[in-house]
């Protein structure tokens, strides 16, 4: 299991390269921080998964969804179809396939948050758009999830 942390402002150059940050990448495990799959995210962001986190993810997926259920199936679908597997090179970037960056909106700078199991990348603008409204019952939100946690142990 991951456990991600961190904010971190990166440039996208013009053949959609992305230079993931060394604070980053040394929390990963390092026999899995070479090979990673993307994918679109659920609020107009993207995924970046490392290669074991992913394959956890589509086991769990192929285990719980059934293909003789619609909503699944298409759930599914739709999941997967945008996912691609990047590299790291000897730089440290991936490529962020031209359709997720077009789907996303993504020009020259882009946020990447890390926290707990995720590494979302987001379009900057988005992202401090998004972050800036800081929803107005956040203190409510707080006390409903951190029960719900402290009720599952």
């Given at each position: 299991?991951?456990?991600?942390?961190g904010?971190?402002?990166v440039?996208?150059?013009?053949?959609?390269?992305?230079?993931?940050?060394?604070?980053l990448?040394?929390?990963?495990?390092?026999?899995?921080?070479?090979?990673?799959?993307?994918?679109?995210?659920?609020?107009?962001?993207?995924?970046?998964?490392?290669?074991?986190?992913?394959?956890?993810?589509?086991?769990?997926m192929?285990?719980?969804?059934?293909?003789?259920?619609?909503?699944?199936?298409?759930?599914?679908?739709?999941?997967?179809?945008?996912a691609?597997?990047?590299?790291?090179d000897?730089?440290?970037?991936?490529?962020?396939?031209k359709?997720?960056?077009?789907?996303?909106?993504i020009?020259a700078?882009?946020?990447?948050?890390?926290?707990?199991?995720?590494i979302?990348?987001?379009?900057?603008?988005?992202?401090?758009?998004?972050?800036?409204?800081?929803?107005?019952?956040?203190?409510?939100?707080?006390d409903?999830?951190?029960?719900?946690?402290?009720?599952?142990?």
């Amino acid at each position: 299991m991951f456990s991600f942390t961190g904010q971190y402002e990166v440039k996208v150059d013009g053949k959609g390269r992305l230079r993931l940050p060394s604070d980053l990448l040394r929390q990963i495990p390092e026999d899995t921080n070479t090979k990673y799959v993307i994918n679109k995210g659920l609020d107009k962001c993207l995924r970046l998964y490392p290669m074991t986190q992913w394959n956890s993810v589509t086991a769990e997926m192929n285990k719980n969804l059934s293909w003789f259920q619609s909503k699944e199936r298409t759930f599914a679908r739709y999941f997967f179809q945008a996912a691609a597997q990047v590299e790291v090179d000897s730089n440290d970037r991936i490529i962020i396939p031209k359709r997720l960056i077009d789907d996303i909106g993504i020009q020259a700078e882009v946020v990447i948050i890390a926290f707990g199991e995720v590494i979302e990348i987001w379009n900057s603008e988005e992202f401090y758009n998004n972050i800036a409204k800081e929803p107005e019952d956040f203190a409510n939100m707080a006390d409903e999830i951190w029960s719900k946690i402290n009720n599952n142990k």
